[in-house]
């Protein structure tokens, strides 16, 4: 063979493992997508269903500018009794969690895979919330992580780590007044004044904040 066919023939065998590896990849990024859609769709029907009226207002899949890029957060859940700002993991297999350990990990069926720790990723959401809410003590914005799968901990399930329905029960032992319905309110205009449009472009500005800071979501 020679060198010009071998050449012509490595070529077209790479394009071919080239184009299965990106539509593997998108295919993956498409299932997560879809999977975490259907968590924050769960949850949002749950918290919409078992917290409305005058006391509770849910904002969800809110995108902020924080510090030199952008934070996400799946749910915000205002109320007289505190800002619940929720992240939703919607996961299958084992979890194996350490609330001090930088990552999880994640075992299905024979795979095992490392996750960000949630309890980590969400407190930059909260200090982003806290930032914007500085008249507000930061004790009144908590933070609360939800897994929506069918998930099994493998280990004890950290503080602040629930279940739905768990989620739910936390919410509803939340009683002690922090805030009047005026400043409620008031949480709400300013949450949706600061919050960034939801498109495709933000959510574009945001990966891109991702990639410059910790390549990986948050």
């Known amino acids: 063979m020679s060198s010009t066919v071998y050449l012509?023939?490595?070529?077209?065998?790479f394009g071919f493992i080239?184009?299965?590896?990106?539509?593997?990849?998108?295919l993956g990024r498409y299932r997560a997508s879809s999977a975490q859609n259907?968590?924050?769709?769960?949850?949002c029907r749950e918290l919409q269903a078992n917290f409305s009226g005058p006391y509770y207002h849910l904002l969800n899949h809110i995108t902020l500018k924080f510090k030199d890029g952008t934070t996400q957060i799946d749910h915000i859940l205002v109320?007289?009794?505190?800002?619940?700002?929720?992240?939703?993991k919607d996961y299958k297999g084992w979890i194996f969690a350490n609330a001090k350990h930088a990552t999880w990990t994640q075992v299905l069926y024979r795979w095992k895979f490392k996750f960000q720790n949630p309890i980590f990723q969400n407190m930059r959401h909260v200090r982003a919330v806290q930032e914007l809410f500085d008249f507000l003590?930061?004790?009144?914005?908590?933070?609360a992580v939800v897994f929506t799968g069918r998930a099994e901990f493998k280990t004890e399930m950290p503080s602040g780590v629930y279940t739905l329905p768990g989620l739910i029960d936390h919410l509803?032992?939340?009683?002690?007044e922090v805030m009047s319905l005026n400043r409620v309110q008031f949480c709400v205009g300013r949450l949706e004044t600061a919050r960034l449009a939801i498109s495709g472009q933000t959510d574009l500005e945001h990966v891109k904040s991702l990639q410059r800071k910790h390549g990986g979501p948050n």
Do not use: D, M, Q
């Not at 080239?18 to 998108?26: E, N, P, S």
């Not at 259907?38 to 949850?43: F, N, P």
């Not at 003590?137 to 933070?143: G, L, N, Q």
């Open 8 to 13: 012509e023939t490595s070529l077209i065998a």
């Open 18 to 26: 080239f184009f299965a590896f990106a539509v593997g990849y998108w």
């Open 38 to 43: 259907h968590g924050e769709a769960l949850v």
């Open 79 to 88: 109320s007289r009794f505190g800002v619940f700002v929720i992240e939703t």
């Open 137 to 143: 003590p930061p004790e009144a914005i908590k933070s």
């Open 172 to 176: 509803r032992a939340a009683t002690e």
